[in-house]
């Protein structure tokens, strides 16, 4: 990983996403293979190397009755910074993540936003070289999964490596320089969002719906047509038949031309969704 990038780890439930994560915060022994994080062993030198990272788990690990300063006070003692760096630390992370107003405030009450913010100004406290946010953002409302997303490209932009993994796929676009995409323990793709979508899938998706019955006739109609042609590949799922073509509107026009009369007909951009779903599949990971 180049300093400043956002790289993620993308995968089903059960694919090694938290596990890998663990293994390079130090907090789990390494399994198998060769893993050095920032130049150190994280088995023999995981106490050095903890003091260089900043970590957002999952949970939001924060003491519901200490106050918003007191959670970074409390935490950046641990890392022996001196009183007046930490008190100096704290007004700018508290700057940084908007919750200077809410200096004096308990944790407790503060929204789902707030706390999540405040957890990335608690991994920011000891000025880490690589922050590891474990699905940042789950559990948020739209609006602050997006303020939370500024925080995080602000923060790239400051040149901190960042480290996460996530369910939204459209975060991964947004947030990621490059990423893998694991699949039962094992690394399936790796590249930039745009790379993996142009490499596994087309570059448009022409989703239809039809009349109970007619989709599977449609599908077997619009398979005939020649290789090359305005469609890639078809997949039928139960609700929708999607096209994946290099040309939406010449997909349209095939579907006319072959008297097929859709109830619905919806053209979008083929999405890391897609990239995922076909490496992963579709079927429920418990």
């Known amino acids: 990983m180049a300093p400043g990038e956002a790289f993620g780890f993308l995968g089903p439930n059960g694919a090694g996403k938290t596990s890998a ?80 107003e809410r200096r004096n405030a308990k944790v407790d009450p503060l929204s789902g936003g707030m706390k999540r913010r405040l957890v990335i100004a608690r991994a920011l406290i000891n000025d880490p070289e690589l922050v590891l946010l474990d699905e940042p953002t789950t559990g948020l409302d739209p609006q602050a999964r997006h303020a939370l997303w500024e925080r995080l490209y602000q923060l790239k932009r400051r040149g901190v490596t960042q480290l996460l993994t996530t369910h939204y796929m459209d975060e991964a676009e947004q947030l990621c320089d490059r990423l893998v995409i694991m699949d039962q323990g094992r690394i399936v793709a790796e590249g930039s969002p745009r790379a993996l979508i142009g490499t596994h899938v087309s570059r448009e998706v022409l989703e239809l719906r039809f009349d109970d019955g007619r989709q599977d006739d449609a599908a077997a109609t ?64 418990d």
């Open 21 to 100: 994560m663990r293994m390079i915060g130090a907090t789990s022994p390494v399994t198998d293979g060769y893993l050095r994080v920032l130049g150190l062993d994280p088995e023999s030198e995981g106490v050095e190397l903890r003091a260089r990272l900043g970590v957002v788990p999952q949970e939001d690990t924060l003491d519901q009755d200490l106050t918003v300063a007191d959670n970074l006070f409390v935490f950046g003692r641990y890392f022996d910074l001196p009183k007046r760096v930490l008190r100096e630390r704290i007004a700018e992370l508290l700057e940084f993540v908007q919750l200077t």
């Open 222 to 285: 619009l398979g005939r047509l020649d290789d090359g042609g305005p469609v890639e590949r078809i997949e039928s799922l139960p609700d929708r038949l999607l096209v994946y073509t290099p040309d939406g509107d010449a997909a349209i026009r095939a579907v006319h031309e072959l008297d097929l009369d859709p109830l619905t007909l919806l053209t979008r951009r083929a999405s890391l969704e897609d990239v995922f779903l076909r490496l992963t599949g579709r079927q429920l990971i």
